[in-house]
DNA sequence: CGATATTAGTTAGCATAGCTAACTATATTC
DNA sequence: GAATATAGTTAGCTATGCTAACTAATATCG
């Protein structure tokens, strides 16, 4: 017996090309999606930035412009912003008067949730030609992705 | 015998929930992937448009518009800067003089083909770790979303 | 205790990217 | 040849990203 391993992994250059695909494949069915958000009447920073808040509950500012991946200063404006909607409530900290926890009104829920009901039915809406064969393939390299995004670097 | 009808396809329920879970997936995947663009330098509108130009040839301005489901006035500017910086060139049509058509010049194929080797290599150094199996998962998905893609709407 | 350093967030100012409304310039149509 | 349609631009607004320089509060250390 000569062979001791399989060949668990895949070559570079298919490795490759399957980056290239998904990263285009992503791209496009994101751009599509994104479409839906306009009706909001809200930018997608704001959104994301909202459903952050809505999903993981109150954040202080400084986890929230860490969870977004945006500098301090932006996620200043962004915050102003949700602010001035009636979409989040700040409060300062009681034992450090720097820290400002940031959290979603229920108007903000609200708005969020039904956004997110708009964009959700509207793929799902596409989806729906799928086959139940096609539709777990589907959820299957979802699992696989969402692993892949937790253990990141 | 009483069951005419096999359910080929998944129930309003499931979809949904398919929907949501490919959404998030696919942005938190774009959201760390794009990260890697910035180190060319130029804004993600004009990467996209230049990958447009470099990969399906020259455009005309509205075509060229019409592909990134961008408004004119957009595409007016982004193609500004694209030539500012001698990423593309402008030859206005013989036949008709309000037609212009835009093309890379080979230093923005260049840099294109750069940025998307960086890009795509980052995403590969992710997938690499995923088993053969689990690869061939992933693109039998992605055949099944380039599909939708290919027939949206 | 008080000077200094660190931390949390803001302000100012710049670039990109999206939009609409109003414009110019060229073609087409009647 | 006058009216209309088409291709793109300009002006001006909003939103989102950044860095550099700031304020204010807390923590540290002599």
Redesign the pocket.
């Known amino acids: 017996m000569t062979k001791v391993k399989e060949t668990k992994f895949a070559s570079r250059r298919e490795t490759i090309a399957a980056a290239d695909r998904l990263h285009s494949a992503a791209i496009h069915l994101l751009r599509r999606v994104r479409k839906q958000d ?1 009706a909001s009447g ?7 930035a909202l459903s952050v808040l809505v999903f993981s509950g109150s954040k ?4 929230l ?1 860490a969870a ?14 949700l602010r001035r909607r009636r979409l989040i409530e ?1 409060t300062i ?1 009681l ?7 940031i959290q979603a009104t229920s108007k903000g829920t609200r708005l969020l949730q039904q956004g997110r009901k708009r964009r959700i039915r509207y793929l799902a809406d596409h989806l729906k030609t799928l086959t139940t064969s096609e539709l777990s393939k589907l959820n299957a390299t979802v699992d696989i992705l969402d692993r892949l995004l937790r253990d990141w670097r």
Do not use: N, W, Y
């Open positions: 306009e809200v930018g997608p920073a704001q959104l994301s202080t500012f400084g986890k412009a977004e991946q945006v500098k301090p200063p932006t996620m200043s404006r962004v915050v102003a912003s700040i900290d034992h450090d008067a720097r820290c400002k926890h």
